[in-house]
């Protein structure tokens, strides 16, 4: 088992060790500068001699060395084969798909079978361990290894890491650790080449471990290839980490704002999902809420709050989102208050709007459920028409035309009234989801009806797979970064 460090000695400019120059097609810093006639390094003076050798040598000049074109043609092949690589991880969007890039290119480069790779937690710590050519059951079992046997350890330490780890057979190499030789012979694991991903501003990032099938070790080109390109994959990936971090950050935030629970009251089944847009891109915030009523009735809502008013850009998600957590516990009081009329609800959610968010405006749909009767009464604040499932089919259920709150000097609309069949499923949602159906509104409400309607059977009499039905339909969808929050709303009547 080897491990090397990063060189501590360094060049001036006017120093002799000095290396004295570069072939132009030689990518600085590979191994190997092809050599002169003499043995000595190629400099830019002898590259016109070396052309004019190789087209015949005119006025006398000597031929290039036997084997030169090759070296420089092998130098440009990898050159060419690293910018592929570090071209196709710089297309790569989101964490999983650049992880995913790292593991694939290093075993491509390497000449590898296998790979593993864990990343830095934020509070420390290694994470859950993603492989390649790896399954479940092999993954599992090398984190059993201990860690002062743990070359994954050695390479995310913050003192003396190596600047690589290799060990020609993991199975027979005595520097390593007795349980991880059992589980390389165990698994098949030959040769390993191992890499750290860091940078000076954020330190170790990830650690990745490259096997072969059989004792073997990369070549010179081979490690040098692989290094410079963990030196383009570090900075990348700690990109993609700190955006996943803010990913995170800003669901646990929504989340929060929400219902922890769902109520589940007698004949009535609810189900609810969220999928939040992050807040680097999201314009606004949306909610959903299921409110139980001192009479036995239920109002369900859902809508979406915008950044600082028309035409607000992704700066004001966050305000927004706190917004959103403000207009939601003020809708719950007015449910509570006078939830059996819903245009009362909304009439006085507007007016608390205007007058505590005058730079904010909101969309709403409120249903008053009557979950005996199978009633529902609802009415909608310039937001999508909900869709009723039923056993033919799925149809929308039209609500009026009207401005969203806050928008004009008074909102009015007045209310639907209808009765759901036993067994019949309402679905809200929020336009963000339904303008990942389509390329517009429009198409993505028909888009989103036409999918609730086509799910089967066994999906469509169960609110919380109807749920999920829909959101794998969606995510199937290629319509670009999501801009704002995918949000459900089901509710089934027994």
């Known amino acids: 088992m080897t491990e090397s460090h990063p060189p501590s000695t360094s060049f001036e400019p006017g120093d002799p060790r000095r290396p004295r120059g570069l072939s132009v097609l030689d990518h600085p810093g590979f191994p190997g500068t092809p050599a002169g ?56 969007r989101g964490l999983t798909a650049t992880l995913e890039a790292v593991l694939a290119s290093g075993t491509a480069l390497l000449g590898a079978r296998r790979a593993l790779l864990v990343t830095v937690l934020p509070g420390g710590g290694p994470s859950q361990p993603i492989g390649y050519g790896l399954d479940r059951a092999s993954l599992g079992a090398l984190e059993t290894v201990p860690a002062e046997q743990s070359l994954v350890a050695r390479l995310l330490r913050e003192h003396d890491r190596p600047a690589q780890v290799q060990s020609h057979d993991l199975a027979d190499d005595p520097a390593i650790g007795a349980r991880l030789r059992e589980l390389a012979a165990h698994l098949g694991l030959g040769g390993c080449h191992g890499l750290p991903l860091a940078t000076e501003e954020d330190g170790p990032l990830a650690a990745v471990l490259w096997f072969y099938d059989e004792p073997a070790e990369p070549t010179e080109r081979q490690r040098e290839l692989v290094r410079r390109y963990g030196d383009v994959a570090a900075p990348l990936l700690a990109k993609q980490l700190a955006a996943e971090q803010v990913r995170r950050t800003t669901e646990a935030l929504c989340r929060g704002l929400l219902p922890d629970r769902l109520p589940q009251p007698a004949g009535l089944r609810l189900a609810a999902r969220l999928v939040p847009a992050g807040l680097d891109r999201s314009v606004g915030s949306d909610w959903y809420d299921a409110i139980p009523l001192p009479d036995g009735t239920v109002g369900l809502t859902v ?192």
């Not at 074109?69 to 592929?84: I, P």
């Open 37 to 92: 006639p003499a043995g000595q390094q190629l400099c830019p003076s002898d590259e016109p001699q070396a052309r004019s050798g190789a087209a015949g040598a005119p006025e006398g000049r000597t031929a290039p060395p036997a084997g030169l074109q090759d070296r420089l043609a092998g130098r440009l092949s990898d050159f060419t084969s690293l910018q592929e690589h570090t071209e196709r991880l710089a297309r790569a």
């Open 303 to 494: 809508g979406s709050v915008s950044g600082d008013g028309p035409g607000a850009g992704p700066c004001s998600a966050p305000g927004a989102a706190a917004a959103m957590g403000r207009v939601r516990a003020a809708l719950r009081a007015y449910a509570v208050l006078e939830g059996e009329d819903p245009v009362s609800v909304l009439g006085d959610l507007e007016l608390l709007l205007k007058t505590t968010e005058p730079a904010r405006s909101a969309t709403a749909l409120y249903a008053w459920i009557e979950p005996d009767e199978r009633r529902i009464t609802l009415a909608g604040a310039g937001h999508c028409p909900p869709v009723l499932v039923t056993r033919q089919g799925a149809e929308f259920v039209e609500t009026s035309l009207s401005a969203p709150l806050g928008m004009l000097s008074c909102w009015e609309a007045p209310g639907v009234e209808l009765t759901a069949g036993r067994g019949d499923t309402l679905v809200l949602y929020t336009e963000g989801l339904a303008r990942r159906f389509g390329p517009t509104l429009h198409a993505g409400q028909a888009n989103l009806r036409r999918a609730a309607a086509d799910a089967p059977r066994d999906v469509r009499i169960d609110p919380d797979r109807l749920c999920a039905h829909l959101l794998a339909v969606c995510a199937d969808r290629d319509t670009g970064p999501a801009t704002d929050d995918l949000m459900l709303l089901a509710a089934r009547f027994e």
